[in-house]
């Protein structure tokens, strides 16, 4: 039978009639046949009246029907008693089910399609999760407490229709948070919605995933610093990406300038042109950047706008409400400047944050630290090479003039300097620094310098100082030396940044100096300082060695000379003596004789 008709219903349904009518059919089969079969045969033996018969069987059906009634009765009650407890522990798991449930039937239109749906409960789980009462929402339909026509309407009138179940992920904006949403038909027309929170898993899922794009961003990353002749671009590339990690729209990198004894800015995102340029240099101490410098630690300001702190008052003109500061140490705990971020969206940082900038800072110091050690390095096999060219120019020199004019070319072009210039200390009234030899410079400009290295004013620079001390005067950035105040403006010409004087000894005397500048500030360290110095030795030394040869030289040609004078001498004399007609007898002053002519004898 097809399953509307009413026979089906008769034999399968749960209420108290279809209980009755199931039973009273195996009686009527038995019972019926009984009564009859008693009838005839009673009337044919003769024992049984037809109104016996009938009474009986009338008392008979009677009794069947009594007896089924109470059995039906006894059976309906049980039935609903267990139906009461299944309800019962079905509202227990409905009201207590961590999930929250929704139960919806389809509205339907004019042409039988889904235009609306109705809820028709709802558990506690639903009202928590979305801060709803069930008295608000059941009876509703979705388009009053849905306007917005979610997507997922679709859904749910695709399965009420008697689509197969459905499992999704949606985001309640009403409530900020994720659900796994089970959406399931029950019967026709009819929807069951289980939501399940995922917010949580949906949190570590973002968060591991954030995690493998930082690894792999600084994975990535990592390999190009250490690759890279410079890694300056590589730095402004993956503070860049750190930035869109971080949800923040500003990053400074300061990089420590010893010449000038400040920050300068090196790289940075975030800001115009004029703002940059009103932190291009920063001092020690000043603003966050300033004290992570000076301090050599981490330094963060969250919350800026609203609790006041005088160490935001610079970013706070950039409209960041969270700024954080790192340092960048070398492996001698010496500061090598600064990295930081900063955030106009939110007005704190989490620990991810922190530790994705502690290791971009790391990086970024190993970049900078490979850098400095590979221009070090550098520096020094430049002048490496030029401390065994001079030696070599010392071997090939001509003589004192030529020699100082290689050792200032070699100091430029072989240890990268801008100018050399080599002059010696004068023993006239004015102790006047005599220029000697030069390379680098332009024509006028050792004129002009007027160096002397008397205890005057213009004897107060370096040069003067190195002569008078015999001690090397390394100035790291020349523009901010009182000493060269008297300079200023040349040196501004020239472009120089930083020198340094070297004296040159002889015989435990200061007879001169040699003088390098570079347009780089802070460009000699220690090991370059060593260097310098002995070349100005070997410089010392090689001039020494000119000047004795050049004496020697001159002695030599000097007894040549001498030699050559008394020959001519001697030969005059044995002239003259042949010559005359007297006997001549020649005594030295020890009454020894000597010569004698002829005549004499």
């Given amino acids: 039978f097809h399953p509307r008709t009413w026979l089906m219903v008769v034999f399968t349904g749960a209420r108290g009639w279809s209980l009755m009518a199931r039973r009273l059919v195996p009686v009527v089969l038995l019972v019926v046949p009984l009564f009859i079969w008693l009838r005839i045969r009673g009337q044919r033996e003769g024992y049984l009246s037809v109104e016996t018969a009938d009474t009986l069987a009338g008392l008979g059906a009677v009794s069947c029907l009594l007896g089924l009634l109470w059995l039906t009765a006894r059976t309906a009650k049980q039935s609903d008693k267990k139906r009461l407890e299944a309800e019962a522990q079905y509202r227990r798991l409905f009201d207590t089910m961590q999930e929250g449930f929704v139960l919806a039937e389809a509205v339907r239109g004019e042409k039988g399609e889904t235009v609306d749906f109705r809820l028709l409960d709802v558990n506690p789980a639903y009202e928590a999760m979305t801060g709803t009462r069930r008295e608000e929402v059941v009876g509703g339909t979705a388009a009053d407490l849905f306007p917005t026509n979610e997507p997922w309407l679709d859904i749910v009138g695709r399965v009420a229709g008697g689509g197969k179940s459905s499992r999704v992920e949606r985001f309640m904006a009403a409530t900020g948070r994720f659900y796994e949403v089970l959406y399931y038909s029950p019967r026709q027309d009819h929807v069951a919605c289980v939501f399940t929170d995922i917010t949580e898993r949906k949190r570590l899922e973002a968060g591991l995933l954030s995690a493998t794009h930082r690894s792999e961003l600084l994975a990535h990353t990592a390999g190009e610093l250490l690759k890279a002749p410079d890694p300056q671009p590589v730095v402004q590339a993956l503070c860049g990406k750190v930035l869109e990690q971080l949800d923040s729209q500003i990053f400074v990198h300061f990089v420590a300038d010893e010449g000038s004894g400040r920050l300068h800015l090196s790289a940075h995102a975030g800001l115009s042109d004029e703002?940059?340029?009103?932190?291009?240099?920063?001092?020690?101490?000043?603003?966050?950047?300033?004290?992570?410098?000076?301090?050599?630690?981490?330094?963060?300001?969250?919350?800026?706008?609203?609790?006041?702190?005088?160490?935001?008052?610079?970013?706070?003109?950039?409209?960041?409400?969270?700024?954080?500061?790192?340092?960048?140490?070398?492996?001698?705990?010496?500061?090598?400047?600064?990295?930081?971020?900063?955030?106009?969206?939110?007005?704190?940082?989490?620990?991810?944050?922190?530790?994705?900038?502690?290791?971009?800072?790391?990086?970024?110091?190993?970049?900078?630290?490979?850098?400095?050690?590979?221009?070090?390095?550098?520096?020094?096999?430049?002048?490496?090479?030029?401390?065994?060219?001079?030696?070599?120019?010392?071997?090939?020199?001509?003589?004192?003039?030529?020699?100082?004019?290689?050792?200032?070319?070699?100091?430029?072009?072989?240890?990268?300097?801008?100018?050399?210039?080599?002059?010696?200390?004068?023993?006239?009234?004015?102790?006047?620094?005599?220029?000697?030899?030069?390379?680098?410079?332009?024509?006028?400009?050792?004129?002009?310098?007027?160096?002397?290295?008397?205890?005057?004013e213009r004897g107060q620079g370096p040069v003067g100082e190195a002569i008078r001390t015999g001690q090397m005067v390394v100035c790291a950035t020349m523009l901010k030396e009182p000493r060269f105040a008297s300079w200023r403006e040349l040196t501004l010409k020239e472009g120089h940044s930083a020198s340094a004087a070297l004296p040159l000894r002889s015989d435990g005397k200061v007879f001169g100096v040699m003088v390098v500048f570079s347009q780089q500030p802070g460009v000699f360290g220690a090991d370059g300082i060593a260097i310098l110095r002995d070349l100005a030795d070997d410089l010392a030394y090689g001039i020494g060695v000119i000047r004795s040869r050049t004496a020697r030289e001159a002695a030599e040609a000097a007894l040549r000379q001498s030699e050559q004078s008394l020959s001519r001498s001697v030969s005059l004399l044995h002239a003259t003596l042949e010559s005359t007609a007297d006997g001549l007898l020649v005594v030295d002053t020890a009454g020894k004789m000597c010569e004698m002519n002829q005549q004499f004898i």
């Fill in 275 to 456: 703002e940059a340029r009103g932190i291009e240099w920063l001092d020690y101490g000043a603003g966050i950047c300033g004290m992570v410098a000076r301090e050599g630690r981490r330094v963060v300001v969250e919350h800026i706008g609203v609790l006041p702190d005088p160490r935001a008052e610079m970013v706070k003109s950039f409209g960041v409400r969270a700024f954080a500061g790192y340092p960048m140490l070398g492996q001698d705990g010496k500061v090598l400047g600064a990295l930081a971020f900063g955030t106009r969206n939110r007005d704190a940082f989490n620990e991810e944050d922190f530790s994705l900038m502690n290791a971009v800072a790391d990086e970024v110091t190993v970049a900078t630290i490979r850098m400095m050690t590979e221009e070090n390095l550098h520096k020094l096999t430049w002048m490496m090479t030029a401390l065994n060219s001079s030696t070599h120019a010392l071997i090939r020199a001509r003589d004192e003039a030529s020699y100082l004019e290689d050792v200032c070319r070699i100091t430029v072009e072989d240890c990268g300097c801008a100018m050399a210039w080599i002059g010696f200390a004068e023993d006239d009234e004015g102790k006047t620094v005599r220029p000697k030899a030069a390379v680098g410079a332009r024509e006028g400009y050792l004129a002009a310098l007027d160096i002397t290295w008397a205890d005057t």
